[in-house]
Each structure stands twice: as structure tokens, then as C-alpha cells.
């Protein structure tokens, strides 16, 4: 049987994504981001953000149903992003969505974002276990989630508390005088550097803010502790060992990162965990969740990096696993949700 032809449309923050599935079919892929427009500023601006969506997404549509072929009269269903993310970047893709849905006369769903962030690896490492864990990283997101069925049955475990882990990375290159986004810059600079050397704070770990929040991240407290060594070697004018800095503050990270999803594979007797979101490509990351997951049995799947970035094969990945779900389309007064849970 012929899957439904489902269009995927990702306009959560400064990437507009568009790519069309069957099932889990992956049959394009295309992706126009406006990063470049942001750095000089230090930091995504929404506005530009909108602005940029508005102006890439007819030529990124047509260019997907190019590459793939495929008339536009031809997709059966349309998934879009509702949230979480940048409002005006959300509206422009909700809005598109719906008026290409009234259009070709098909249905609309409105998906989630970061649970399109796990959808995604199954285009590439085929069909999901009967459960799962995936833990969603990236600049926006840290999330623990415990997965039965990605379309219908998902339980958030935890999630940070403040930063997200990719954005504890870009405030750490600010305080390191690396460009924005600076996480790939702290990863590589880090890789030279001593992971031991300096003792930071594992937030959330100990005591009873562990038992409160056994699944839940903070990364606040870990920034301002880099922070204060900064200062520290500034006023007593000597050399910020930035290389030992960054090695030992992704140390931090990646150690609570794999230790809460090991005792939360434990916890719930799961052997797969799905890793996804732009911050799966930090290097010590992966080396920590290969070695002391895999020492525990359990299988790491981690998607190729353009599907952790924002994309939108993940959400043609998780509006074809909602089709085939049989669960209702949105109606056309969907809004957007920024905050989605
Ligand atoms: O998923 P993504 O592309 O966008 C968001 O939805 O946030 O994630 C980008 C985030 C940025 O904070 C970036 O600095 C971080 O992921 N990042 C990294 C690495 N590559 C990207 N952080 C640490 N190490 C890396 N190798
Ligand atoms: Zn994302």
C-alpha cells in the first residue's frame, strides 16, 4: 500500500524546513536559515527571524516539491510546527500551512516541535522500539522523554529548569570571547583542554534537589560558576585557561546529561534512547552516552546532524507517524503555542 504523501513544514525559529515523507520515506529535504543575519548580533532577533521565514518559504517549498518530484496536488496531508518556539517565526509557518491546506483541500496537523526532534531518527534508523527514551538537546530544548508511541503517547520525564544545554554552551563562548553560537567553538576548544581540571557543579545532582528533580537539568548555575573562574583569572591578570575551561565545563554537562537518562533507562527498564536536537553534535556528548550507555546494554541512536539541527523532515517524520495514528487533523482556527509543553 502507497503511504500518504505528507508535507513537513518547520518554521519554529531561524530555520525554515520543508520536506516531504511516506511513511518513513524520506523524499526531500530542504532547508533555508537565516543565522547568518543573527550572528552579528549575539543572539537569534525575532524579528529578523519572521521576516526571513516570509521571504524563504515559497522559493523553499518550491524547491522541495522540485527535488521530490511531486505537484503540490499531489501531498495527502500537511504537518506543521505549533510549537514550541518564536511566535512571529511560528505564525508565519502555521499561517503558510493552513492557507496550502485550504488550498489543495487536505488535512492540517499541528505538531510538536520537539517530539519532532525524536521523530526524525526513525527516517534514518528505521522503526522506534515499543519504548524508548529520547533526549532532545539543542539551543531551546533539554528535554527527557520516555516514548511509547511518538505520534500518541509520550511522557516528559524532565526538562531544564533554566537554560538549555546549547545555550549554556553559547554563554560560555561569550564568557570565553568565542563567536556566536558558540557551542561548536567551546566543543572544539574543549577537545584540547583538560576535562578534570577544573571541579564545576553537576546542577540538580545531590541531595534533595536530585530527589525533586531526579530527571530535570539546570544549567544557570553552571554558567555563573564559569563565570566567577573567568573573573577570576582576569583579576588577578593572568591567562584564562580557556581550553581546561570549556574541557571541564562540557565535562559537566555531558556527565548529568548521560547520568539522568541512564537512571531514567533503569528506572524505567528501557534499553533505546533516541538523541536528537542540534547539541548532539557535541563531541564529548556523544563519546559519554556511546561509552556509559553502551557499558549498560543500552542501544544510542543519534540521527546525522543536518536532522538534529531544525528541519523539516522531522516534522513530515512526526506529522506521517500522526497520520498513520488515525488521530484527527487540527481544525483551520489552530493557533500557535510558543510555550508548548
Ligand atoms: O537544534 P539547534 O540547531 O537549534 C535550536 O533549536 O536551538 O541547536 C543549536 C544549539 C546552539 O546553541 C549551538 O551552539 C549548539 O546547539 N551546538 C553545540 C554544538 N553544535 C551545536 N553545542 C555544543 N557542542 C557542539 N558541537
Ligand atoms: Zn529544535
Do not use: W
Amino acid at each position: 500500500m502507497v503511504q500518504p504523501l505528507v508535507l513537513g513544514i518547520e518554521t519554529s525559529c531561524d530555520e525554515t524546513g520543508i520536506a516531504l515523507t511516506r511513511g518513513l520515506d524520506l523524499l526531500t529535504d530542504v532547508t533555508a536559515s537565516s543565522m547568518d543575519d543573527h550572528a552579528r548580533f549575539g543572539g537569534i532577533v525575532p524579528e529578523v527571524a519572521s521576516r526571513a521565514h516570509l521571504e524563504s518559504f515559497v522559493p523553499t517549498l518550491d524547491a522541495a516539491l522540485e527535488r521530490a518530484e511531486v505537484d503540490l496536488a499531489d501531498v495527502d496531508a500537511v504537518a506543521v510546527t505549533a510549537g514550541p518556539g518564536l511566535v512571529g517565526s511560528l505564525t508565519v509557518g502555521v499561517s503558510a500551512a493552513k492557507a496550502l491546506a485550504v488550498a489543495i483541500d487536505r488535512p492540517l496537523y499541528g505538531v510538536n516541535h520537539v517530539l519532532g526532534h525524536v521523530a526524525v531518527d526513525a527516517l534514518v534508523h528505521g522503526p522506534f522500539p515499543q519504548e524508548f527514551l529520547g533526549l532532545v538537546v539543542s539551543g531551546g530544548h533539554s528535554s527527557l522523554l520516555l516514548v511509547r508511541d511518538i505520534a500518541t503517547d509520550v511522557t516528559e520525564l524532565g526538562q531544564t529548569l533554566d537554560d538549555a544545554a546549547g545555550e549554556a554552551f553559547d554563554k560560555v563562548g561569550r564568557l570565553l570571547g568565542l563567536p556566536y553560537p558558540g557551542g561548536p567553538h567551546v566543543d572544539r576548544l574543549a577537545q584540547t583542554g583538560d576535562p578534570a581540571a577544573i571541579a564545576f557543579p553537576r546542577g540538580l545532582s545531590r541531595g534533595k534537589d536530585l530527589a525533586r528533580h531526579p530527571y530535570d537539568f539546570s544549567f544557570s548555575g553552571l554558567k555563573t560558576a564559569v563565570a566567577r573562574v573567568v573573573e577570576g583569572y582576569q583579576d588577578a591578570g593572568q591567562e584564562v585557561p580557556a581550553a581546561d575551561i570549556a574541557a571541564s565545563f562540557s565535562e559537566a554537562v555531558a556527565d548529568v546529561l548521560v547520568t539522568k537518562t541512564l537512571t531514567a533507562c533503569e528506572a524505567h527498564g528501557v534499553n533505546t534512547v533516541v538523541i536528537g536536537g542540534g547539541f548532539s553534535a557535541n563531541s564529548r556528548l556523544r563519546a559519554l552516552a556511546a561509552e556509559r550507555l553502551g557499558e549498560a546494554g543500552v542501544t544510542v541512536r543519534i540521527p546525522p546532524i543536518r536532522y538534529c539541527t531544525d528541519n523539516g523532515a522531522m516534522i513530515a517524520a512526526l506529522g506521517s507517524a500522526v497520520v498513520a495514528a488515525g488521530l484527527p487533523p487540527s481544525t483551520l482556527d489552530i493557533t500557535i503555542d510558543s510555550g508548548m509543553p
